[in-house]
């Protein structure tokens, strides 16, 4: 094997691959997830431990190396259980389906540029389409159907509310997540990943993009299920969400699904906002850093930064509430990335026109004041939220409290779902008529017995 010296690739480029080639950058690619998948749990674990003030796996090979490769070999041979009374072709394909399009969707992603490998130029990316970012997008949309149908054939309360939960916090974060990517394409003129590296050889976007770049940040946790955001599995809360009823291998698909599309969503944030493949500052002043097989390294530095963010996250944050995921996503996220959005395009437009650096200034400071004025309506429509839920009315000097009770019953409350005793109040009231008889040391008539 040998190089040459680089070229960004083009689209036409990949029409003229050899098969052998083609299988030979797919198998890589499927390697090298699964190599990063074993890396990752190792390196989770020792580096929250780190962060705990723990040991982490210290006991299976030096620095417990050699755990994860326990742990690959101890998952197919446990019982494989299935249990009764689920759908079980949907219960055995949900892990397929969740985990196969998270391979599929790192395929457009750009590794490395043109190089010359047993003699035949080739890029260092499997695929490339006119529109391949949105690729990425449709292979995290079919993801999310692997585990809703894993909650519904399960048959169980628990994996259907995670199931439930996944499904609104994907559609919620994947539209402020492709909001995102719309400021890319203004300025790079093209979905295509290749044409948006080569676009960012003098500027990353990451700095000329910054609240896109944030929002895709926010969002690419939320899209992997990672604390804060790991709704869909909370343990202390639906025992394992959507992945309650199943174990061996099947469990390991959706293991192995949610690493993987870590390492993708990381590896598309690099391409869209941190330059690809390119040498950073000041290793890019070298002639040779963007040539040759130099750009892997910086590719896969930048991968692993990423990557170290949700490490970091799992040992820092504690899982959020489920209101506070859906608030972020729609009245913070989208909304922001909307005005976001508007300005850029007004930018652009302003400047193809006028060239003044007058705009620049003036679109800052509208979106500081955009940003102050959604913080002070969000910040007063909570302090309002939170004096009603106290008890409080406006204008009032008295708690309103319901039914002559104390304030801390004045919360609403269902009625109690009891079949045999009709006409008992939720307080132990009784309707009018009912000939319940009620009272602390008087017993209650059932009516109809």
């Known amino acids: 094997m040998r190089h040459v010296l680089a070229a960004d690739p083009t689209l036409t480029d990949f029409s003229q691959l050899i098969w052998w080639m083609v299988l030979l950058k797919v198998a890589i690619v499927f390697v090298f997830l699964l190599l990063t998948t074993i890396f990752m749990i190792w390196f989770e674990r020792r580096v929250i431990g780190r962060m705990q003030n723990r040991p982490g796996p210290n006991r299976a090979g030096p620095l417990g190396l050699l755990q994860p490769v326990a742990d690959a070999l101890k998952l197919p041979l446990k ?32 590794w490395g540029p043109t190089v010359s490998v047993f003699h035949h130029r080739t890029p260092l990316q499997v695929a490339d389409l006119p529109v391949a970012v949105l690729l990425v997008l449709a292979m995290s949309s079919i993801g999310v159907y692997g585990i809703v149908l894993a909650g519904w054939a399960s048959r169980g309360p628990y994996s259907l509310l995670g199931a439930l ?43 000329l993009l910054p609240v896109s770049f944030l929002v895709y940040l926010v969002t690419m946790v939320g899209e992997t299920n990672r604390v804060p955001f790991d709704l869909p599995e909370g343990e202390g809360e639906i025992v394992a969400g959507h992945m309650t009823e199943y174990s061996s291998m099947k469990f390991a698909m959706f293991y192995l699904a949610e690493y ?6 990381a590896g598309l944030a690099t391409t869209l906002f941190l330059g690809g493949w390119r040498a950073p500052w000041p290793v890019s002043l070298w002639a040779g850093a963007n040539s040759g097989w130099w750009p892997v390294l910086w590719f896969l530095i930048k991968v692993f930064i990423l990557l170290f963010g949700y490490v970091w ?18 009245k913070i996220l989208i909304p922001l990335s909307i005005v976001w959005i508007l300005l850029i395009a007004t930018v652009r437009a302003w400047r193809n026109e006028t060239h003044s650096g007058v705009v620049y200034g003036t679109a800052g400071f509208v979106l500081v004041l955009i940003v102050i004025l959604a913080w002070a309506w969000d910040s007063g429509a909570q302090r309002h939220a939170a004096r009603l839920a106290g008890g409080y009315q406006e204008g009032a000097a008295e708690p309103a409290v319901a039914d002559g009770g104390d304030a801390a019953q004045s919360f609403p409350v269902p009625p109690l779902d009891l079949p045999h005793y009709h006409g008992i109040g939720v307080r132990g009231g009784a309707e009018p008529g009912s000939g319940a008889i009620t009272g602390s040391g008087a017993s209650k008539e059932v009516t109809g017995a």
Not at 181 to 196: D, N
Not at 315 to 325: A, E
Request: hydrophobic fraction near 55%.
């Open 79 to 110: 019982e494989d259980i299935i249990p009764t009374g689920v759908d079980k072709l949907v219960f055995v394909a949900a892990p397929i389906i969740a985990a196969a399009p998270s391979f599929v969707a790192f395929s457009i992603i750009p």
């Open 260 to 265: 993987i599309n870590m390492t993708t969503v």
């Open 165 to 207: 939960r996944s499904t609104a916090q994907v559609i919620s974060y994947e539209i402020a997540m492709g909001l995102s990517f719309v400021a890319v394409f203004l300025y790079a003129g093209s979905l295509s990943t290749t044409a948006i590296v080569a676009a960012q050889q003098h500027f990353w976007y990451a700095w």
């Open 313 to 330: 996250l799992r040992g820092t944050l504690p899982r959020v509430r489920y209101d506070q995921l859906m608030a972020l996503g729609w």
